[in-house]
């Protein structure tokens, strides 16, 4: 069973960068489409960021655009989320998602993940 983790999360000051790790265990990731999304207090759930397995189409939130990006480093089996220039609106939980099965229509859909992380705290404050 396909097991994710997120790391980097933490406390940062507007203007900051931080870097998220989603790793995971039980199958190769680069089989998957991964999804990264966040949830900020009072708010529903939305896509920030995401990859498609090979050939690694990506799609990203227009507020993100020219901040955020994403890579994979399949030897670590681990999926990466490049922050920067955080503002203090990206502050939430930070989830990364896995599916083998999705199409790229639904690339940015949480619907079409089936596997999620525990969710990695991003707080960007002064």
């Known amino acids: 069973q396909l097991h994710l983790v997120e790391s980097g999360g933490g406390l940062v000051q507007p203007g900051g960068s931080l870097r998220l790790a989603c790793a995971a265990s039980?199958?190769?990731?680069?089989?998957?489409?991964i999804g990264w999304f966040r949830q900020a207090p009072g708010k529903e759930r939305e896509a920030v960021f995401c990859?498609?397995?090979?050939?690694?189409?990506?799609w990203s939130a227009d507020l993100v655009k020219g901040r955020f990006t994403i890579s994979r480093d399949n030897a670590r089996n681990t999926v990466y989320l490049q922050m920067s220039a955080l503002k203090p609106e990206d502050t939430g939980v930070y989830y990364c998602?896995?599916?083998?099965?999705?199409?790229?229509?639904?690339?940015?859909?949480?619907?079409?993940?089936?596997?999620w992380g525990q969710g990695t705290q991003v707080t960007v404050s002064s």
């Open positions: 990859i498609s397995s090979s050939p690694g189409i990506t």
């Open positions: 039980g199958f190769p990731l680069e089989d998957y489409a």
């Open positions: 998602a896995a599916s083998d099965d999705l199409v790229l229509a639904g690339l940015n859909l949480a619907d079409e993940y089936e596997t």
